[in-house]
Every structure is written in structure tokens, then in C-alpha cells.
């Protein structure tokens, strides 16, 4: 006996039994959806912060270098924690290519929500003003450790170094792998290309992170020129647990949040 076609008595029964006008309707619905949702958002002043609260950014990002290497190879800092948010040192941002290259962020999420736990437990809520900078940004919501987004000091470098060297030992019910290599590992070295004496093909050190940051540059990111200057002398002699740690132990502290103000509306 041949199949009888079955005839729609409504539109959503044309939709159950059509699957491609389904997936059209369904992708012109999503569509519409996210343009009402998210293109707004690139023209509302109050989605970022530092539109009405200008302090939450460091008012010299890109007119004076973040840090400076002496004669001696100590650092010379312009900025201070709590002057506002600016962008990452090469040391920092290393660690932060490092810690999107492990895959932290997919046990770690950097975004302390509203609610009153979680300011008890991590601080203050999370701003879109402190991530300006980031690309891309790490918030999300996905927890098997903890939130990071105001790490930064709460623990010594050493504390860190343990840690990531072995989970176990100051944390034991931890489920985090080891990552032995890190110490081992230079950050950015020299990696020209040299025969009989004469460079085929310079990378010397701190070349991949001075195009980084030039590349973060030219889609707006405020470095100076002195900052990238700057980037060859930082992460020289550096392992890649310094530069994990060192961005670490920056995470929080760049603004200082008054409780007193209502950032979010």
C-alpha cells in the first residue's frame, strides 16, 4: 500500500515534518536573535566601564612604556597595580599565550559573577572594562578549579612554581596535571638561523613576542614603542614557568574597585 503523504493542518506542523524549513526558520530566528542582542553593544556606552568610570584604565597605556629595563636588567615599572587596567608586559603576555596553549582556561574561568558567594569567595565581580585588552577574553563559566580572574597575589611565586610543578603536593584532592616542562622550557630564545658564521635568517630573542604584541597593536591594543622595544630584555634567560607565573600573579590586580560604586547598573 503506498505511503500517503501527510498534510500539515498548521505552519508548526509543516515545520515538524519539513526538517529544511525547520533548520531555516531556526537559523533566521538565531540570526535575528543575536544581531538584536549583540550589535548593540558596539554603540552603548555603559557596556564598558571605563566610559563612565575612566579610572578603571591606565590613562598612559601607549604614551609611556608599561616597564623599562636599567643598565643593570632590573625592571623599571611606570605602572603600579591599581593605577588601571593596561595591557600585558611580553613576560605576561607570554605567560598568557602559555596558559590558552595548556588549556587552562577549559578547567579555570576568569569571571566572578554578581552573586553574593562568589564575591565572598573571590572578590569583586567581574567588569568588561578589565578585559579591554584581551583577545581573546577568558571569562566563562566552566569550573573544575577555581575562578582566577582575581588570583593575582593572593599566592607568592613560589607557592605558583610548586604548584604548577606539582598540584598534589600543596593542593591533594586537586585533579590537575603536572607540568614539569614549563621550568625547563626558554620562553621566547634565539632561534636564527646561523652557517658558517653568517645569519641565514634572524629570530633572535624575543622576536615572536615583539610580533605579537605589534599584532595586538594593529587591532588597537596600546602598546608604545618602547614597550615592544623592551619585550627582547624581559623574557631573555626566562623559562616559561616565569612567564606563566608572572601572568598570574598580575590577574585581579590591575584596577582597584571601589565597592562603593556601582560599575554594572
Known sequence: MAEQKVKAKSFQEWMEINIWGLLFFLALALSVGGLVEIVPLFIMKNT????????????????????????????????????????????????????????????????????????????????????????????????????????????????????????????????????????????????????????????PTGSRMQRHMRGLRAIGVPYADADIAAAAQLVDGKTELDALVSYLQVLGTMARLDDAKAYRE
Open 48 to 203: 564598558m566601564e571605563n566610559n563612565r568610570f575612566p579610572e578603571l584604565v591606565w590613562a598612559k597605556a601607549g604614551t609611556e612604556p608599561i616597564v623599562t629595563v636599567d643598565a643593570d636588567g632590573k625592571p623599571v615599572w611606570n605602572w603600579a597595580p591599581g593605577d588601571g587596567v593596561r595591557p600585558y608586559t611580553a613576560l605576561e603576555l607570554a605567560g598568557r599565550d602559555i596558559y590558552e596553549r595548556e588549556g587552562c582556561y577549559l578547567c579555570h574561568s576568569q569571571m566572578i559573577r554578581p552573586f553574593r558567594d562568589e564575591k565572598e569567595r573571590y572578590g569583586h565581580y567581574s567588569l568588561a572594562a578589565e578585559s579591554i585588552f584581551d583577545h581573546p577574553m577568558q571569562w566563562g563559566s566552566k569550573r573544575t578549579g577555581p575562578d582566577l580572574a582575581r588570583v593575582g597575589g593572593k599566592y607568592s611565586d613560589d607557592w605558583h612554581r610548586q604548584h604548577l610543578r606539582r598540584p598534589q603536593n600543596l593542593v591533594p584532592e586537586s585533579v590537575m596535571p603536572a607540568y614539569v616542562w614549563l621550568d625547563k622550557t626558554p620562553v621566547d630564545p634565539d632561534r636564527s638561523i646561523r652557517m658558517f658564521g653568517k645569519t641565514l635568517w634572524s629570530l
